[in-house]
């Protein structure tokens, strides 16, 4: 028998099953049913047979299935991370931290970690920090082994994104120095470059210069041109916080430059050259090139919202 039959027949005694029995035998059907339409991408189906399977164990007394709970409730979050509803896989994912910590489930920490991600994933900034936060906790609750790297690198990703550029620096020094411990070097490379992405939103040219350059050289041997034209674009901004606007300009036109000759079409970062370049041509009288700029711009960004809107729906 092939294993594809196999499986058929398998699915034809669960739902046979499913149907004689009621309670938690039901219950464990509908699971193996689940994790059948998982494997074959069904994730709605492999969903709606994880909610019932749940609401059967709940009906029956939470107390008595808490582990059976526990683990239909990561199924379900992973379904919602397949069908791409990142806010409510972690809403789910956290019904299941909740019976962890109650079980004493150790590598809670590891769910803390992915709850976090699914909270980024879902712009919900606050809870990603706080989930990543938990996580630590939980490690040295249970004496595990340490992120302290992941950990504080996906906390300062959270507070970039909250306009907290001070509090996401020291997180990613924290990061840095523990993935410096295990030797994580190009880990290490990336916590330089986004640390040099904070100081560019804070316009501090001596410690832009200062970690975008441990940066460059790094992606320099490696060739990675998309951290290299990120990094000139924000050397052109400590240019002009210096007030060297010619040599701003000049870094300016190289990143665009070198982003279009690889080409890649990352519409927020040439957007974002492209208003420097505004700002430059206002600041050498050159209002109407300014203005020309400024117009391609905001076409630029409604095309660009518009693909955004759509891609989410």
């Known amino acids: 028998m092939s294993e594809e039959k196999a499986l058929d027949e398998l699915e034809k005694e669960l739902w046979q099953r499913a149907a004689n029995n009621e309670g938690s035998i039901r219950a464990d059907a509908y699971i193996g049913l689940s994790r059948i339409a998982f494997d074959k991408g069904k994730f709605k189906e492999s969903l709606a047979l994880c909610e019932s399977a749940r609401d059967i164990f709940e009906s029956e007394g939470k107390s008595q299935y808490q582990r059976e709970i526990f683990d239909v409730s990561v199924g379900i979050s992973k379904n919602y991370g397949e069908l791409k509803l990142a806010g409510q896989a972690a809403k789910a994912l956290g019904e299941a931290i909740e019976i962890a910590e109650i079980i004493g489930i150790e590598e809670v920490d590891d769910l803390h ?4 991600r699914l909270f980024f994933d879902a712009g919900e900034y606050e809870n990603s920090i706080a989930a990543h936060q938990r996580a630590i906790e939980s490690t040295h609750k249970y004496f595990r082994d340490e992120s302290v790297g992941i950990d504080y690198f996906n906390i300062a990703m959270g507070l970039y994104e909250l306009g ?8 990613y020094l924290k990061s840095r120095q523990g993935f410096a411990a295990d030797k994580e070097i190009a880990s290490v490379a990336d916590c330089d470059y986004r640390i040099c992405g904070n100081y560019a939103k804070l316009e501090d040219a001596v410690q832009i ?4 350059r441990r940066a460059l050289d790094f992606y320099t041997i490696l060739s990675d041109y998309r951290k290299i034209w990120n990094l000139k674009y924000y050397f052109g901004i400590a240019a002009k916080a210096l007030g060297e606007l010619e040599k701003a300009g000049e870094l300016f036109e190289e990143a665009k430059n070198l982003a279009h000759a690889m ?9 974002a050259v492209e208003k420097e370049c505004a700002y430059l041509c206002e600041a050498n009288g050159m209002s109407d090139q300014a203005k020309e700029i400024l ?9 660009v919202n518009v693909a955004v809107i759509h891609e989410a729906a």
């Open 209 to 212: 210069e200062y970690y975008g």
């Open 113 to 116: 970690r992915d709850q976090g």
């Open 295 to 303: 117009r391609r711009i905001a076409s630029v960004e409604e095309i």
């Open 164 to 171: 907290r550029y001070g509090e996401s620096i020291e997180a």
């Open 263 to 271: 080409g890649w079409q990352e519409w927020e970062f040439l957007i």
